[in-house]
């Protein structure tokens, strides 16, 4: 390699070095600094109190969805596993909204309540045919009633 | 050592030679890419099962997913080309470069479009400033400065090179999309197809999702080569093997 290329090769890599190392800091900074949601428990620890208003993240509790009669009005728990939130919200909601759904709400404390003025919901990188989700479902319902069937056992 | 793959690799830098290769190459790529990319549309569209939670929704996958991947395929590969532009100061290699940028800017393009309507009817929105979301457009834009530079330049080898700066820089932005999704909370959801460990994809519907994944890559080799071709004919105007193929062209 002669000289000429030795020092463009030198400087192209310092230079993209340099690059790198002041993205890997501010990515590092950011993470603490760029959440784009807070879990229940996590705003019950005092983690969003600097916030006026954030995004809560969790999954939708079974069978804490209750819809009023003569408006838009939604009143649900959102749950993570070390806390739980109850949430109120008025609009529309997605599709996917549902219970056991991971959601994302945008909206501020109101006391103890979240008051919400968008609700996404999140879905998760799998995909599959129904059927298998049934069967699968079905698989590890089975499983569950060996497990307890040894616990009774167990128990005995 | 096999000493003949760097011999054939700088044999292929001659701007002729790559001329007559990539002429010849071209018109299979395309067959390749319109084949295999109707194969995963009816295989997609049509034989894959709906989805258990987003029913027939999640097909836009098919289109969205690929077209991701070539946004950041094709702007390695443009770093790539850049680098090498600007340590030997190779002509093919700028060429390539600079014609990479408008088809990954397009695949780039979109990502974002598809992503946004398959938001719209997922999520609820249309857009939603996460990490995976955000650093996406930041590649946009990166191709769009890379284009730009590139065409600011009364010489284009300056340009080209001033523009392959950008794009060696930009890389960065590359870990970052694609990591984005394990380093932040997003509102994305992570990566199904894994090269380490399972995906999370019923086998049914993996194989259109990999064989558009070909095709798109077949559409770039034809689109680059058609591009970096008529490049090469307007940097090397007025050299014989140019003239050549214009008096050819004159005859006929």
């Known amino acids: 390699m002669n000289p000429t290329r030795q020092r463009r090769l030198t400087l192209v890599i310092a230079i993209l070095a340099a690059v790198i190392v002041a993205a890997a800091l501010i990515v590092y900074a950011l993470q603490q600094n760029m959440n784009y949601l807070f879990t229940p428990s996590q705003v019950q620890a005092g983690d969003a109190t600097h916030y006026k208003t954030f995004r809560l993240g969790g999954m939708v509790k079974q069978g804490s969805i209750q819809r009023s009669s003569d408006s838009l009005k939604v009143t649900f728990t959102v749950v993570d596993a070390g806390g739980a939130m109850p949430v109120e919200y008025t609009?529309?909601?997605?599709?996917l909204f549902r219970e056991n759904q991971s959601v994302i709400a945008t909206g501020h404390l109101d006391g103890a309540r979240f008051v919400a003025t968008e609700v996404l919901a999140k879905h998760d990188e799998t995909y599959m045919p129904k059927e298998l989700k049934d069967a699968m479902a079905k698989a590890h319902a089975g499983k569950h009633i060996d497990e307890s069937v040894n616990q009774d056992k167990q128990q005995l | 050592m096999a000493n003949w793959i760097p011999l054939w690799l700088h044999k292929l830098s001659s701007p002729p030679v790559f001329y007559r290769f990539a002429g010849t190459l071209r018109p299979w790529a395309i067959a390749l890419a319109l084949v295999l990319g109707l194969v995963a549309l009816y295989g997609g569209l049509v034989l894959a099962p709906p989805d258990y939670q987003q029913g027939d929704d999640y097909r836009i996958i098919f289109i969205h997913v690929p077209c991701a991947w070539m946004s950041l395929f094709i702007y390695a590969l443009m770093g790539i080309a850049a680098f090498i532009a600007l340590v030997w100061r190779i002509k093919l290699a700028e060429v390539v470069a600079m014609a990479s940028a408008p088809i990954g800017a397009a695949f780039t393009f979109i990502t974002l479009v598809t992503g946004s309507l398959w938001g719209e009817r997922m999520w609820g929105t249309w857009w939603t400033w996460d990490a995976r979301l955000t650093s996406e457009l930041v590649l946009l834009f990166l191709y769009l400065g890379v284009i730009a530079l590139y065409h600011s330049f009364e010489d284009r080898r300056q340009g080209a090179r001033t523009a392959a700066f950008l794009a060696l820089i930009g890389i960065v932005n590359v870990p970052i999309v694609h990591f984005s999704v394990n380093w932040w909370n997003t509102l994305h959801q992570g990566s199904t197809i894994r090269l380490l460990g399972p995906s999370t994809i019923a086998p049914s519907m993996i194989w259109p999702l990999l064989?558009?994944?070909?095709?798109?890559?077949?559409?770039?080799?034809a689109s680059l080569f058609g591009r970096a071709r008529a490049d090469l004919l307007?940097?090397?105007?007025?050299?014989d093997w140019v003239r050549q193929i214009a008096e050819g062209e004159v005859r006929r």
């Open chain 2, 234 to 239: 307007a940097l090397e105007s007025g050299k």
């Open chain 2, 211 to 221: 064989t558009m994944m070909i095709a798109t890559k077949c559409y770039y080799v």
């Open chain 1, 91 to 95: 609009g529309i909601l997605p599709d």
